[in-house]
């Protein structure tokens, strides 16, 4: 039996369904931005603005990828 997805990786479906995109094209912006030298909630509120992201959403990107930083 497999696990269960738990986290921030659990959205990762509802997200490519919705924003109609593959996981790895949101986590590279997330990555990107945390190279620009943004903070968490300044990322957030990037995917929110510049690609119309819902909080829950963008917010288990984020999540996701400064775990993995």
């Given at each position: ?40 909630m ?28």
């Amino acid at each position: 039996m497999t696990e269960p997805v738990k986290g921030p990786a659990s959205y990762f479906p509802s997200i490519e369904k919705k924003y109609g995109q593959p996981i790895d094209h949101w986590l590279g912006i997330a990555q990107a931005k945390f190279g620009e030298g943004l903070k968490h909630m300044e990322v957030v509120a990037h995917l929110k603005e510049a690609h119309a992201m819902g909080h829950g959403h963008a917010n288990a990107v984020v999540a996701y990828v400064k775990a993995k930083l």
